[in-house]
């Protein structure tokens, strides 16, 4: 069987608001939901697709700060 997840994850949020996705993001971060990240990645995946130079540095130093943070 061929799943395309990313498809499958673009296509479930495709139509939804800022709310509807904030929700799912903070839901899926609160429960601690090992099953949603995938759809996180998929997410990041996105928006670093779309980041210019600048934000994807300032994305960087956020992820290395709380890397750091959590050693």
Known sequence: MNIDI??????NF???NINTL???I???IKNNDEITLPG????FELV???ADEE???KILNILESC?????
Do not use: C, P, Y
Request: hydrophobic fraction near 25%; avoid cysteine; charged fraction near 35%.
């Open 6 to 11: 990313r498809s499958h994850i673009i296509n």
């Open 26 to 28: 903070e839901e899926s």
């Open 22 to 24: 904030r929700e799912a």
């Open 40 to 43: 996180m990645g998929v997410f």
């Open 48 to 50: 670093w697709q779309k």
């Open 67 to 71: 890397v750091k943070d959590n050693q």
């Open 55 to 57: 934000t994807r540095n």
């Open 14 to 16: 495709k139509g939804d």
